[in-house]
């Protein structure tokens, strides 16, 4: 079974734009949360989706948003960039939507801010 | 609120020795526990969880995590490292809302020395 996919895996953008990255999760599988991590801040709850709707979300401004399609794939979008911005985006699904549930991640996308 | 420690941020260990990784969690109730390892430009890998019941937890490549609720305590163990291990510990706690998120510790990063 394909594990979870990100792409792209490496994204540069300049401040002021604005990124979409994108997340297919593993087959059968309906929850996808979305993670940030930076050097100084670790890795930090963005998001989480379950049957296309958002049940959870972390502290982060409005700029950060997310959707789920029917497929369960995840996309998540930054807008108006900023420097602190850059990271590496996470992604993880699991089968049902529980904290006891494994989650399972994808490679990242890389993404950087000039 | 929930929070996780992981009070060394980088340990060194010489190839076949023991390896003990600290985690300590902020939580009233009964938590559920991860341990996640995460390699150079990898996304995160599940070693092992604890949910309940036996507080000896194995998990993959010889890795084993001890829960102690009078120490808040999850601590990560192998007997003997191999060079391939070095890599990033990270120590999570799973939401007792019902959600997937994970409040994740700062990591460890673990250095194996020939």
């Known amino acids: 079974k394909a594990g979870v996919t990100q792409t792209p895996r490496y994204l540069i953008k300049t401040r002021g734009q604005q990124v979409t990255l994108s997340c297919s999760p593993i087959?059968?599988?309906?929850?996808v949360s979305w993670y940030q991590q930076t050097p100084g801040q670790g890795l930090q709850f963005l998001f989480e989706?379950?049957?296309?709707?958002?049940?959870n979300k972390g502290n982060f401004p409005g700029r950060f948003s997310g959707r789920q399609f029917s497929n369960s794939r995840s996309e998540m979008n930054v807008s108006t960039l900023e420097l602190g911005d850059s990271a590496l985006y996470l992604c993880?699904?699991?089968?049902?939507?529980?904290?006891?549930?494994?989650?399972?991640f994808g490679p990242g996308t890389r993404l950087t801010v000039l | 609120a929930q929070s996780v420690t992981q009070p060394d941020i980088h340990i060194t260990v010489s190839e076949g020795a023991s390896l003990e990784l600290r985690c300590n969690y902020s939580?009233?109730?009964?938590?559920?526990l991860f341990w996640y390892v995460q390699s150079p430009g990898q996304g995160l890998q599940l070693l092992l969880k604890?949910?309940?019941?036996?507080?000896l937890v194995q998990g993959i490549k010889g890795f084993e995590a001890e829960f102690k609720r009078s120490q808040s305590s999850f601590n990560l163990r192998k007997p003997s490292v191999h060079w391939s291990d070095a890599a990033e510990y990270f120590c999570a706690l799973g939401d007792q809302g019902g959600s997937e998120k994970l409040v994740f510790g700062k990591g460890t990063k673990l250095t194996v020395n020939p």
């Open positions: 989706y379950f049957s296309e709707t958002q049940r």
């Open positions: 939580y009233g109730a009964t938590p559920y």
């Open positions: 087959s059968g599988h309906r929850s």
């Open positions: 604890y949910f309940s019941g036996d507080t």
């Open positions: 993880a699904s699991s089968s049902v939507a529980g904290p006891s549930d494994t989650q399972y």
